[in-house]
């Protein structure tokens, strides 16, 4: 059963209860949930460890008001589970968030929230996954942004390589085989106990739950088989630098300043028929960063600038050789009420799909795909931007274990890793 909170809200408590991460007010922008200093990482830390989260977001209308947040833990599907809050957390259910910091000398004046958990106010105890919700503090029934993030118990090292592609599939898609011993979670553990889901570039809809596992003769447990987990390959995702807004970046066309701020048009597209292998964010995006663009590669050290980063008007077009029924989208993790898959618009007299969104100073990297067409989901990009075997791809494999007189799903298990694809002949 859902909790009070989480019913009644426009999004909220969709797919039998799963929570998913979602703005719900249009006044907030630049919504971002991090592990503290690592700006493309998934927000994914260790339960026993120092790092932190941090969840930062700015609100763009006059008149900030006073917020509030509340902590919900899932289960490994993302619904609420049955724990109380003194199960999972010691502290007040409902905290308080600092006043925000005013904008500093910028065209589009807006207020800049930031959160970061564990802190003074909030401990949680156990793994898992979970869900922060922003709420309005006068009126804790409203929820302003709903998040989520997870903690792990890294209790096993894993293992993950990619693997051969059989069949027709073998130049376009890629295999992933992992594998652990699951001995480290304690004697006796069940493999039909333990769940195990692959995600690619922390994307919802590229995630799958891996099939039984096969016992090895040391004890390992190997995931994958000739058919599955199997993904589009992809190719390299598109992105724009709009971190100087007084020189076109990488992906920008040109930048132009009046009295209604800056606009940006970013290079015009046309779908990616070739396997492009240059550097790219893994669909990550850095609102509010100053670096060189080379510089938010992983492990680069960033130049935050919250308050004083701007926002501007950034124009999207796509063009095809002839339109095509159905609704494009434009996929790109804005952290506004609009969500990541923004619905474009056909322009007859320029023959193009076109988008407009007020975006932060900062880098992104984004993609196209037919919303309505064929294939769905995960595959759907493969039309317009191209899928290649060789394409290089981020992985995340998360482990959960909940034995049968346990009441909630541990997660004992993380891994993200880079895993570079190869060329099928």
């Not at 434009?330 to 990541?340: E, F, H, N, T, Y």
Request: proline share 8%.
């Amino acid at each position: 059963m859902l909790p009070l909170w989480a019913v009644g809200q426009s999004g909220v408590g969709r797919d039998e209860g799963v929570l998913r991460n979602e703005v719900l007010d249009s006044g907030v922008a630049s919504v971002q949930l991090i592990p503290e200093g690592r700006v493309l990482a998934p927000p994914v830390v260790t339960l026993s460890g120092t790092e932190r989260l941090h969840l930062s977001f700015d609100y763009v209308r006059p008149n900030p008001p006073q917020l509030a947040y509340r902590i919900l833990h899932c289960d490994r599907s993302w619904r609420p589970d049955r724990l109380l809050p003194s199960d999972y957390m010691r502290g007040f259910e409902l905290n308080y968030i600092a006043s925000p910091n005013p904008s500093v000398a910028t065209t589009v004046p807006f207020s800049h929230y930031e959160l970061r958990l564990p802190n003074p106010d909030v401990e949680l105890l156990v793994s898992g996954n979970y869900v922060v919700q922003v709420v309005d503090a006068s009126a804790p029934g409203r929820i302003i942004i709903q998040w989520r993030f997870a903690l792990s118990e890294d209790l096993m090292p894993i293992a993950m390589a990619l693997a051969a592609v059989p069949g027709e599939r073998r130049a376009s898609h890629q295999r992933v085989e992992l594998s652990f011993n699951p001995q480290a979670i304690g004697d006796g553990v069940d493999p039909w106990n333990l769940q195990v889901y692959l995600m690619q570039n922390w994307d919802v809809d590229c995630m799958q739950t891996l099939p039984a596992p096969k016992l090895q003769g040391d004890g390992r447990l190997l995931y994958g088989d000739q058919t599955q987990p199997i993904f589009p390959g992809g190719n390299r995702w598109r992105v724009f630098d709009i971190q100087d807004l007084n020189t076109p970046g990488v992906g920008v066309a040109r930048i132009t300043h009046d009295v209604d701020g800056y606009m940006v048009e970013v290079e015009p597209d046309r779908p990616l028929m070739r396997f492009d292998d240059r550097p790219n964010l893994h669909g990550y995006c850095a609102p509010g960063y100053a670096a060189r663009w080379a510089g938010l590669l992983p492990g680069a050290r960033f130049n935050s600038q919250a308050e004083s980063a701007d926002y501007a008007w950034v124009y999207f077009s796509f063009r095809l050789q002839a339109y095509v029924a159905g609704r494009m989208e434009l996929c790109l993790a804005s952290g506004a009420a609009q969500g990541d898959r923004i619905p474009m618009r056909y322009n007859a007299a320029r023959e193009q799909y076109e988008v407009s969104l007020r975006l932060k100073q900062g880098v992104y990297s984004y993609r196209y795909v037919l919303a309505d067409g064929v294939p769905k989901g995960c595959e759907a990009i493969c039309p317009l931007e191209g899928c290649f075997s060789e394409t290089a791809n981020e992985y995340a494999a998360l482990v959960y274990y909940c034995a049968p007189a346990d009441r909630y799903d541990r997660l004992v298990g993380f891994l993200r890793k880079d895993l570079q694809g190869f060329k099928a002949y």
